[in-house]
């Protein structure tokens, strides 16, 4: 098992580095030099040119690569500016590193992603699981039409209308900012309801309809159909043999999704003008922030990375013969 | 609760069979008007897309549109845009060209892309399997949104539409790469090609004529579905700031114009919104519909 | 309360009935009257780009550092134009100029102190002064680099420690500063934040931008670039010292980078903490129609002036645009009213027919390329265009700002121009990018959204500044038109060469014609900025410094 766990470990930090390195190299694309960024509107070039000494920028790009990874692994400095370990850049619009931006942004984007993911495991999967013991009910026919309807709402028209029934016409909620659960906890709450429930009404269409085929497929199985010859109680073969195996692809994707939630909920942080991972991403993006962006790429992907390597794990604990593979 | 046994005469033809389930037609029947209506276009509506009307629009109140419902009149039968007074039935309808061109090419792009690879890669196996497997790992693993933001914001001088059409599919393919991968490996393994290397195929005949048509239908599948997510992620795009340029419409970009408006002037996400829900919803039930009919060990039924 | 809203086409008229209604506001039930204490809440939908006195040159960052820094001069904290008058802050007086304006003395006052309770002296001035120099800290205004002795070759404290001779601190209290040239408007420029004083024992460098130290009412307590800054009270601040911030609310809050959209929202629901919000921009033109209709919305807005002029700029060296003729044809061509709709319609400015907005001395009524309404004369822009031989038209491409009101801006001019044949394409730039970009004369295309507010509000550091052919460099390039008139050249430095600034301004509003009939830029609206208020904000008015923002200095919440 620690052998296993060591080798999907060092293969997620191979697929990280790769990761870097091609989010590194797409970044030198950029039109806009980052030299100019930092430089501003009342630019001479000698001024560019400095900066760009400062920043490391009229090195070789292998050189300039292996800085990056030093800095990451061990902090490093740019000019007279510390970045303390782990250096994932230094921004030089905000005068941060790029870490500090992202650990300030990492609490609301953790409030999103938990509440919801709470709540479309909640919801998709009951919807799921009972559509599929009430096949061909009514039941069933109105789980399955939600969560095509849920599946098919893209998260910004969710969002909009959502602000624009709850919000503007009916004035139940307020507009959702950024508040500290410890600081307001209605008001956080509040904040995050619309949010959670915009994320929420996407995934829990996508969980209702793989965990239906899957307990569908499962009880299909020969062993559901000699567990029920043996006379064991519905509730037990129910549990055992029908629900259990169809909780394993769920468990998978879940992880993948609640990662990429955690590297930021772009377009729901945007629209609801939450200060998340996902807004810092935009904001850089529209700024032209290239070390923010390089640092939230790497961030993000590091979040999906593991959680695969921890659903690797899940499923070595669960079943033994994975290990050996 | 039994399960009942699957009834399903193989002899009736697919496309029938689809039509057999009501929502599937109506489905059916809405992705063929929205394609009418894409291809159509100019015949649609006289109206240009990017023509202004000034007045449409009432600068007094920061260029809201003038009558109800986001100024829906004779003239304009869905309303004009706030501010430049354009035509919101002629931007929706050139709109969803650029919407479903950019679908289905980026479609395209991953299904050609994804079973080449995926046919190798199962076909073959060693060495090849494993880098097509990491690159599929890779790219599956890559916070794709806020990279293809990155790296199409990086290219702003070529050609978006087809920009889209590469990025979308080039993050897209392995998706069907690791079903056709899946699937080539079972062919391959199977007992008409092994009966086919026995009497002395080359391998690419057998990649061809026998590998290759075994794999149509979950294909077939997996592009049907794919179709509503590049609906919507072109929309996610375009919304972000990152798609069409102007002044092409695009629906994602109507919404995102619509997004300081929503409270001023609702019918203005309204329509373009309705819009894009009904078309991925249509394309998401046909979807569905076709991988029933197709696939043999398909669950829903 | 119609006259509020209603622009007068002659700006006097518009501005003394602003005035009219600001005072009659003032006195109204409507606002109680601003007591101490409380949180003020700042709604940004922008992020401050630099709080380093150094570096900051952008009015909304100098608006908030006005709360942190005190300069040697400042504008004063009055409503309409008369908050472009320039008044004594750290000095005791607007500077005495000497040497026939070539030697500019000014005195401390007693009493100032930074945030530790250190008293502030001239040596703290000259050495934030110094730090302008430095390489490291780029963007901040040009002027301590253009006019003082020996400011082409000093490199700044970090590099040469010796300091810059020019400036002298003859004692504790008095600076004086020697040009190289006579600047009559010397005393205007001390207003800007790099003539404030910075301790040098507390400077990190580059790091100073994230917490410069306070001689103002507010210190920072926290500030998290992009997203948020804390202000609260430096009790080291005297208010005796201080004629025009009022220090009223105990802390101050700015949430940064908020979707324009979302503070306009807020700011009309006015829930909870919203009611103690201003928004630090004008609001959007979705939300214009709200306000208009809604009588208690209505009297939460707060109109203010800008000396902002808003001009489509044309590269003249690239052709067909070097032929004036063309440029004649954009000007008739271009729809003034429907970039003046993008922006939020009557309620964002008044249609430009000049170079210099009414604001600014030296303006002078003109109308070079008039139309109906501002919506272009597209007869005359095709004969222009026939006698060019160009009446089939051409292609262009224009240069404008990623955000939504730049691609809508410039969808307005790819409308207007199409009227007449020329297509235009839209070169959609990253806003952050987008200035340095058509600085760079390799890269600018042939059109550009584009805009100046000057220094002060004076025209010196405006057309100067914008159509001086020899200041056009390859990087860095404020002409962003390529302009190059040998007569405008030589008018401009026989106008600096005036001692007296009223003869200056009016021979700048003269050639401002001039360069008006060569059209580099076509101007299309002079601003003002309509802002929301909470329902429990009192004494807010738009600062003519500021572009018509809210003043902060002087803001306060009412019981």
Known sequence: MILYTARRLVGAAGIL????????????????????????????????????????????????????????????????????????????????????ALTSRLPTSVSIAAGAALLWLLVGCTAGVVAALRRGTVWD??????????????????????????????????????????????????????????????????????????????????????????????????????????????????????GALLGGALITESVYGLPGVGKLAADAINSADQPVILGVTLFAAAFVVLANVAVDLVYALLDPRVRTV | MTVLPITRPADVPPLRRLLRQPSAAVALVVVVLLVLMAVFAPLLVWTSPTEFDSAAVDPALGGLP???????????????????????????????????????????????????????????????????????????????????????????????????????????????????????????????????????????????????????????????????????????????????????????????????????????????????????????????????????????R | MSQCTRVGLVAVVGMLALTACNGSRAQGGSTGEAVRGGTLHVLASTDLEHLDPARNYVTSSQNVARLIYRTLTTVAPKPGQAGG?????????????????????????????????????????????????????????????????????????????????????????????????????????????????????????????????????????????????????????????????????????????????VVDQRLVAGQGADAEAIAMEPIGAATVGRVVNDPALKDRLITGESINTRFLTLNTRRAPLDNVKVRQAIAFALDKDALRTVRGGPIAGDIATTLLPPGLAGHAADDQFPSADGKGDVAKAKALLAEAGLAQGFAVTLDAPSTAGGKAQGEAVQAALGRVGITVTINAISPSAFYSTIANTAQMHDMAIDGWTPDWAGPSTYLPLIFDSRLITSEGNNNHSQYHSDAVNKRFDEIAALADPAAAATAYGELAKQIARDVPVVPFLWDKAAILVGPKVAGAYGHVAYVGRVDLATVGLRK
């Not at chain 2, 996400?269 to 060990?297: E, H, K, M, S």
Request: glycine share 10%; net charge neutral; aromatic share 10%.
């Open chain 3, 85 to 261: 008058e320039i008044v004594p802050d750290l000095a005791t007086d607007t500077g005495r100029p000497s040497d026939g304006a070539k030697t500019w003395t000014f005195t401390l006052k007693d009493g100032v102190k930074f945030e530790d309770g250190q008293p502030i002296t001239s040596k703290d001035v000259k050495y934030g002064v110094e730090r302008s120099f430095a390489p490291d800290l780029p963007e901040g205004a040009p002027y301590a680099r253009m006019w003082l002795v020996g400011g082409d070759r000093y490199k700044g404290p970090y590099e040469n420690p010796g300091g810059l001779a020019s400036i002298e601190t003859p004692d504790d209290k008095t600076i004086v500063f020697r040009l190289n040239r006579p600047v009559a408007d010397f005393g205007s420029a001390a207003s800007l934040p790099l003539f404030a004083p910075v301790p040098k024992e507390q400077d990190t460098g580059v790091g100073y931008d994230g917490r410069p130290v306070s001689s103002g009412p507010y210190k920072i307590e926290k500030f998290e670039p992009k997203k948020r800054l804390e202000l609260v009270r430096n009790t080291h601040w005297d208010p005796k010292t201080d004629e025009v911030r009022k220090g009223l609310p105990d802390r101050v809050v700015l949430e940064l980078n908020l979707d324009p959209a």
């Open chain 1, 17 to 100: 580095l790769v990761i870097c390195a091609l989010t590194f190299a797409v970044f030198y694309l950029m039109p806009a030099d980052p030299a100019q960024g930092a430089c501003g509107k009342a630019c001479s070039p000698e001024r560019i040119a400095q900066i760009r000494a400062t920043l490391g920028l009229d090195q070789p790009l292998p050189t300039q690569f292996a800085a990056y990874l030093g800095g990451i692994v061990a902090g490093r400095t740019y000019g007279s500016l510390e970045c303390g370990f782990p250096c994932l850049g230094f921004s030089f619009q905000t005068n941060q590193p790029v870490w500090d």
């Open chain 2, 66 to 300: 003038r009558g109800a419902f986001g100024g829906i009149s004779a003239e304009h039968p869905l309303g004009v845009e706030p501010v430049s007074g354009r035509d919101v039935l002629a931007r929706i309808v050139y709109g969803a060209r650029v919407s479903l061109l950019i679908a289905v090419l980026a479609t395209l792009v991953s299904v050609v892309v994804g079973t080449v690879l995926g046919l190798v890669a199962g076909f073959f196996g060693g060495v090849v399997d494993a880098v097509v497997g990491r690159l599929m790992d890779l790219l599956m693993s890559f916070p794709s949104l806020i990279f293809m933001i990155a790296l199409i914001s990086a290219l702003p001088e070529a050609n978006r539409e087809a920009l889209l059409v590469l990025v979308l599919g080039g993050f897209g393919w392995p998706y069907v790469g690791r079903i056709v991968r899946g699937q080539a490996m079972v062919l391959a393994r199977g007992e008409f090609v092994a009966a086919a290397r026995a009497l002395g195929a080359p391998r690419r005949a057998l990649l061809l004529r026998e590998v290759l048509p075994n794999l149509t239908t979950p294909v077939l599948v997996v592009a049907t579905m794919s179709i509503p997510g590049y609906i919507a992620t072109e929309a996610g795009l375009s919304f972000l700031g990152v798609g069409v340029r102007p002044p092409t419409p695009s629906w994602g970009q109507m919404i995102a114009s619509a997004v300081p408006w929503y409270a001023a002037d609702p019918a203005y996400f309204l329509i373009p919104g309705g819009f894009l829900f009904v078309t991925v919803l249509a394309f998401n039930v046909l979807g569905d519909a076709v991988r029933d009919v197709l696939d043999p060990r398909s669950v829903r």
């Open chain 1, 141 to 258: 026919r109105a789980a399955m039409i939600a969560a095509l309807g849920g599946v098919s709402l893209p998260i910004y028209l969710t969002a909009l209308l959502s602000q624009y029934v709850l919000v503007v016409q009916l004035g139940w909620l307020p507009y959702p900012r950024e508040v500290a659960l410890t600081d307001d906890p209605v008001g956080w709450f509040q904040s995050m309801l619309m949010p959670w429930c915009t994320l929420a009404m996407l995934y829990a269409g996508v969980y209702a309809r793989i965990t239906r085929s899957e307990v569908l497929e499962n009880l299909g199985r020969d062993y559901v159909r000699t567990a029920r010859a043996k006379g064991l109680p519905e509730v037990t073969v129910l549990r055992r043999h029908a629900l259990r195996p169809a909780l394993m692809p769920v468990v998978t994707i879940f992880g993948m999704d609640l």
